[in-house]
């Protein structure tokens, strides 16, 4: 349930601006993670590099043209 719950927030990252916007405008990574799950995306680091991994996306797309959207809320991983 954790790997769709970050797949969902990827494609939600990827595909909704605003909600991306929202989310790196959180600059605590406590309030970040508090925002997201309020969002109803709970997952963990090992959910999202999984999510990552077989959705055939880098770690550092986003819906913002190549900002990371999970260095400051997770620590950084490398999908290799």
């Known amino acids: 349930m954790s790997v769709e ?13 605003t909600f991306c916007q929202r989310v790196m405008a ?16 709970i ?8 999510a990552c991994s077989e959705m055939n996306v880098d770690p550092i797309d986003c819906a913002q043209g190549g900002s990371c959207i ?3 809320m997770l620590p950084c991983f490398v999908i290799e």
Do not use: L
């Open 70 to 72: 999970y260095c400051q």
């Open 5 to 17: 719950n970050a797949k969902a927030f990827v494609e939600k990252m990827q595909s909704n601006e």
């Open 43 to 50: 997952f963990e680091e090992d959910d999202i590099v999984q």
């Open 26 to 41: 959180i600059s605590d990574i406590e309030d970040r993670i508090s925002f997201i799950a309020k969002q109803g995306y």
